[in-house]
Structure formats: structure tokens, C-alpha cells
């Protein structure tokens, strides 16, 4: 599950992480105020406006609407109601939504952090992710703060050893994150003095927030450097393990299912497996590795998946039906494979529930195939032969894929 940035920042925050101090808005008349406020608890003179939804690249992404930036500076109190008026309520376009964008819900007005001073201000990369070769939590950080990592990692590839930008930190599960190691982080980025004693307790903060709240990622870019020395995180983006949600309340009341694709939500109350994708065939199979066979499978015959659906071990009529009515909501589906292992669930059961759903559903007018193996798998070609019904049965995979390139062509 995604979290916006300001409530990452909220539960760095709770950890003892230093922050880019910050408050929600979802009008141009709380955005004035929430800039007021802050102004007079930080002393800031100017402020950070930020679109507020799950992707990232909004510094460089543009609202449809107006042309605006995702992410903009106010200089002034007076600006910051029309520069919000921009934002709010846009379709937010950057390299990761897509051409069709994202709708602007709510905007973050931040304070200043880039103020002059002794010194620069300089930006960092730092990041706590599982390591799923390893299987060890991985500190990545990089002094190239602030830019596209992607772009820094497709550049390492070209470095020799010893000039790479990314490094890695392994954490030792036996032990957890040492003191030496984020010393050794905080020595590798240059820093020293007050700054090198701030990126320590950064670092130990941070590390202790992705554990403490069951994350698979928590992506600080940038963490910055001030001109005063401090260490803060301008940025966060975090995802949490679903599979530890019922152990974390807090975190999953900060869903916002606005930000998600509304058949992935819709699966979801059906207790399906559903990943919306963009090709013309869906599937419904049961169980995470046939449905990954069952794709390939589908781009051998000359198709493209269009969705990733596993309805369990345990499927039944009602089961199938929901499942059925998730992949017609796509209207770039032109056929529906349904490939089913009779292992926990019964073939002729799955079989009885197809015909009972399309009965139900009615007027589903392209081609479905129906693989059953397994138990009772004779007995659930003939229900699905002599339903009467406009569903192509197989029994092989080979026979599934033929008649999948059949049913395209």
C-alpha cells in the first residue's frame, strides 16, 4: 500500500526523524492559512506548494489544465491561493502516471528549507528496501539527491568499481542496523562536523521507521543538507506490506483509494488477487503461479494479458461471477481465459460456477475459454459442453492457447 508524502512525513516524524515541517490543504483558502501558520512557527517567508498524490516525478510533471508544475514556490503570501488554484483539482501529468495523469485531491504547503547560509545547501538519496536476492533490509544512498535514481543507477552501470554514485549498506537481521554502519554512510556522503552527527541519527531513524511500520520501501529524495548544517527529509515516498496491515491500523487508515485503479479496489472487497494491465485478454486463474504461466502462455499465442486475477483455492459460483464482472469492465478485453487447477477446489464446481455466472451476467458477447485440469476435470468439460452456452472448453494448455489465438485473430 502507498502513503502520500505528507503522511510518510507525519510517521518519519513519529520515529525521530527530522522533516521538511509541512501542513495539508484542500483549498486555496487553507492553503493561505496553513502558510501563515507556518510562517509563524517555522519563520519561514516563502513556501513549497506540492500536489499530493501517489507518483513521483511532480516537480517536473505539468497540470493539463493549466500548464502549472506539480510542485511550485511562493514568494509571497499573496501568491500562494493562485498558485494553489492551479494545482487543486488538476490532472497531473508526470513520467509515472501515465498520459491520462492523476486528479490533484489535496496539496502540501511546506516551508522553506533552501535558505541561504554558512553553506550550500546539498541533497542526497537515501533508502531502506528489501534486498530480495539477499533477503536482508538494504541501506541505497548516493550523494546524487533530488534527480530520477533510475537515471543515476543506468549511469553507474557505465562507472568502474570504486566511482560508482549508489552504494549499499546491508543490515544484519541477527543484529539490526550498528552505529558503525550509519557512520560509515554519513563518511561515504562527505560529510563532517555537526552535518556527519545529524546524518547518524537520520539514518538510525530512519531505519528504525521502515521496521516499525512493516515497509517495503521508504525512499527519502532528497534528504537534505542545509545551509545550517541539519539533515531533513524534503521528500518521502513509502510503500507498506500488505501482507502486515492487520498489525498496523494506523497505517491502513491512511489508504486512499482515490489514488488507486477502481477495479483493483472493487477485487479487493471480493478478497481477489487483481492487477489491472493493458492488453486484450483476461484472465481468471487460480493460484500466483499458473496465473503467471496462464500470461506467458497468452503472449505465446499472440495476446496480451490484461489483467493478473487469481480467485484463490477456494472458487466458487459467486467467486467466478465477480471475477467475471472486474475483467468486463475493461473495454480492451476482446477474450476471457479462464485456466483452472482442480487441486483444493473441485474442476466440475468451478465449472457449474462459470455456467451459473454467465447466466447470470448475460450478454457477454466475446469469446471465453475455459481450461479446467485436475479434479473432475471430465466431468467439468461436459457441464461446460452441453451448457448450451457460447464457452469454448480445453482440457491442455496447448488446446487453451490455440483457441485463445483463435478467438483474436
Not at 249 to 268: H, N, Q, Y
Not at 345 to 370: L, S
Amino acid at each position: 500500500m502507498n502513503i502520500h508524502e505528507y503522511q510518510a512525513k507525519e510517521t518519519l516524524k513519529g520515529y525521530g526523524v527530522s522533516i521538511q515541517e509541512a501542513i495539508l490543504a484542500n483549498s486555496p483558502e487553507e492553503a493561505e492559512e496553513a502558510a501563515k501558520k507556518l510562517s509563524a512557527e517555522t519563520g519561514t517567508s516563502w513556501w513549497v506548494i506540492k500536489a499530493q498524490i501517489h507518483a513521483g516525478g511532480r516537480g517536473k510533471g505539468k497540470i493539463k489544465e493549466t500548464g502549472s508544475n506539480g510542485v511550485v514556490l511562493a514568494k509571497s503570501l499573496e501568491e500562494v491561493a493562485p498558485k494553489v488554484k492551479d494545482i487543486l483539482g488538476g490532472t497531473l501529468v508526470t513520467h509515472q502516471t501515465g498520459e491520462e495523469g492523476k486528479k490533484v485531491n489535496s496539496v502540501l504547503i511546506a516551508q522553506d528549507v533552501y535558505y541561504p547560509g554558512d553553506s550550500e545547501p546539498e541533497e542526497y538519496y537515501v533508502s531502506v528496501l528489501l534486498d530480495r536476492q539477499t533477503g536482508r533490509n538494504t541501506i541505497m544512498y548516493s550523494t546524487e539527491g533530488g534527480m530520477d535514481i533510475e537515471a543515476v543507477a543506468e549511469e553507474d552501470k557505465k562507472r568502474p568499481e570504486g566511482e560508482k554514485k549508489i552504494l549499499f549498506e546491508e543490515i544484519d537481521p541477527r543484529v539490526g542496523i550498528q552505529g558503525f554502519q550509519a557512520r560509515k554512510i554519513a563518511f561515504n556522503l562527505g560529510l563532517s562536523g555537526q552535518a556527519f552527527k545529524q546524518m547518524v541519527k537520520f539514518v538510525m531513524a530512519l531505519y528504525k521507521a521502515y521496521e516499525g511500520t512493516d515497509s517495503s520501501l521508504f525512499e527519502i529524495n532528497p534528504v537534505l543538507k542545509t545551509s545550517d548544517d541539519k539533515i531533513i527529509a524534503v521528500d518521502s515516498k513509502v510503500n507498506i506490506d500488505d501482507n502486515a496491515l492487520y498489525r498496523q491500523k494506523a497505517l491502513a487508515d491512511m489508504r486512499d483509494i482515490r489514488e488507486e485503479d477502481p477495479t483493483e479496489v472493487e477485487a479487493g472487497k471480493y478478497h481477489l488477487n487483481y492487477v489491472k494491465l493493458d492488453g486484450n485478454v483476461g484472465c481468471m486463474v487460480n493460484g500466483a503461479g499458473l496465473a503467471m504461466a496462464t500470461m506467458d502462455m497468452i503472449k505465446l499465442s499472440g495476446g496480451d494479458p490484461a489483467n493478473f486475477l487469481d480467485v484463490g483455492g477456494a472458487a466458487n459460483a459467486e467467486t467466478v461471477e465477480n471475477g467475471f464482472r472486474i475483467i468486463l469492465k475493461d473495454p480492451n478485453v476482446k477474450a476471457i481465459l479462464i485456466n483452472v487447477f482442480g487441486g483444493i477446489v473441485r474442476c466440475d464446481r468451478v465449472a457449474k460456477g462459470v455456467v451459473e455466472a454467465y447466466k447470470n451476467i448475460g450478454n457477454i458477447d466475446i469469446p471465453i475459454i475455459v481450461r479446467l485440469q485436475g479434479t473432475n476435470a471430465e466431468e467439468a468439460k461436459e457441464i461446460i459442453d452441453e451448457s448450451g452456452l457460447e464457452v469454448m472448453s480445453a482440457i491442455l494448455l496447448k488446446d487453451a492457447a490455440e483457441k485463445v489465438k483463435e478467438a483474436l485473430a
